[in-house]
Every structure is written in C-alpha cells, then in structure tokens.
C-alpha cells in the first residue's frame, strides 16, 4: 500500500483506506461470487434446460435462441469514422456524422457491436444486475470483432470502473468482465487499477444529455501511481452501453490529462438516434 519511499499505511487518510481497502474487498468478493456462481449454474444445468435470456425458451448455446438471436442489429460500415454511428447508406469513406461534427468528444474514436434495442438491452440487463456472467464471453466476442481495428493499435484496456460502494452492492463490474474476453481475445492487457471513480454518481438512467454530463463530471481521475505508465499509451476504454457518451467522454478526458496517446471507446451497444445525414 506505499505510494512512494518512506510511505507509510499509517500516512493514509481514513478517506483512501476506506477507498483501498474498499477496492480489495470487491476484487476478493468478485472471485469468491464467480466461483459460487459457476457451481451453482452448473448444478442448475444438469437439472434444468438453460433459458434463452430474452424469450425464455430454451436453448442451448450462449444464452439466446435462433430467433432473438436474428432481431439484433449488429453494427456494420458504412458508419461514421469517429463515433461509429451506422448510416444508412454509403457516403464515402472518412466521413463523418452531423453529431460528431457538433460536438466531437474527447475520445478518438468509438465503436459498438450492436444497436441499443430490446434484445441488446435484455443482455446488458442480464449481465449487469442477474449474475449472468456467462453472457461476458459471447458478448465480449462480438466486441473484439467489432472493434478489430482499434485492438490492432492499442497498447491496454481500461474498463470504466465502478464506485467501490456500487461494486460491493454488484458484486463485479460488468465492463471489466467484457474487458477480460476482449483481451483474450486480441492479446492485449487489461489495466484495472489505472481509472478510477473518485465519487459515487447517480445512475445515469433516466437523466438528459446536460444532466448526465453534470453527474459525471470530475467522478474520475488516474491513479497518481499509474500516470507514467499512461504516457504515451493509445488507450481503449470499455464499457457496455453508450448512450450520450458523457461517461467515456469523461473518462477519456482523464486519461488525456495523464498524457495517453490517444482514447478510443469499445462497447457492446449503443443507442442510435434517428437517422440524420452525414455532412
């Protein structure tokens, strides 16, 4: 726990030893939770027919049934070049959305393996709040496949983190199960410990544009002891949703500050707004 020579625990404040130790608790209960978890699923499968997530029949595979299966919309080109909104027709390569030209974030580039529809968020769902765990690997591929060419450039993948209050409640973070199958996947590391949220925050549901981006704002900073392995660094930020983009925006600034080469954004959905025409 020293941060530097001659640190002692005894230097900490009670604010960042209830943060640190806050933090081993969660990574300490998230491998005691997987484990119950997965004897407990294995134990139930012997006995009784997995369920599709979405429509409750049952089904064998990675959690959704042919048909809700077929109802996803998977993000292809033609899209915008930076915050990888799909278009409904081919403009030309390199060009961009009218949101992006309006207000370009922080982050470089985002990119999403499907649209925020009803089975999309079923899964999210399910991931995020049921202990459906087994749904991080199939959902995780679909990210590394849509994200191929940003993997191919990045040097780590840093999950947005959760409050340590919030991830006791969890049990885990969803973005950085996701993040573990991506790294699998593409050989690159994940850097867990790099962000973190300094403040716990609303839930972004429910909240305007404006709204999410006052509740976010200044909730995440880089651990003081991690900066100098940030310089430098082209950096991908995971996440499950994006929906305005105030969290990874916020995020991403971040890391900026710490001097990253660059951010882009990979996660699993992310809401799509009525189509508007490239500029």
Same mark, same amino acid.
């Given at each position: ?47 009784l027919p997995t369920l599709c997530v979405s ?23 033609? %899209?915008?070049?930076r915050l990888g909104i799909p278009f409904v %027709? ?91 199958v991506i790294a699998a996947q593409a050989d ?92």
């Amino acid at each position: 726990m020293s941060t530097g020579a001659g640190t002692t625990p005894s230097r900490f404040s009670a604010s960042a030893l209830k943060g640190r130790l806050g933090d081993a608790w969660v990574q300490s209960w998230s491998k005691t939770r997987a484990v119950w978890t997965a004897t407990a699923r294995a134990t139930l499968d012997i006995a009784l027919p997995t369920l599709c997530v979405s429509c409750r029949e049952p089904v064998t595979g990675d959690g959704l049934c042919a048909a809700c299966w077929s109802q996803l919309s998977f993000i292809a080109p033609p %899209y915008c070049a930076r915050l990888g909104i799909p278009f409904v %027709y081919d403009p030309g390569p390199g060009l961009l959305s009218m949101e992006a030209i309006a207000s370009p974030p922080a982050y470089q580039r985002a990119r999403a393996a499907v649209r925020y529809d009803d089975v999309a968020r079923t899964l999210v769902h399910a991931l995020k709040y049921q202990d459906r765990t087994d749904l991080a690997p199939t959902m995780g591929r679909w990210m590394a496949r849509a994200g191929n060419e940003l993997l191919k450039e990045a040097d780590a993948l840093i999950p947005v983190p959760l409050h340590w209050q919030r991830g006791w409640s969890r049990r885990y973070n969803q973005s950085g199960a996701l993040a573990r199958v991506i790294a699998a996947q593409a050989d690159i590391p994940v850097w867990g410990d790099v962000l973190q949220r300094t403040r716990q925050t609303r839930q972004q549901v429910g909240l305007s544009r404006a709204e999410r981006s006052r509740n976010v704002q200044g909730a995440f900073s880089v651990a003081a002891e991690k900066k100098s392995a940030i310089q430098g660094r082209r950096i991908i930020l995971i996440d499950d949703v994006l929906t305005s983009g105030a969290t990874v925006d916020t995020c991403a600034r971040a890391l900026l500050r710490a001097r990253a080469a660059s951010v882009d954004v990979l996660v699993f959905a992310r809401v799509v707004e009525p189509f508007k025409p490239p500029i």
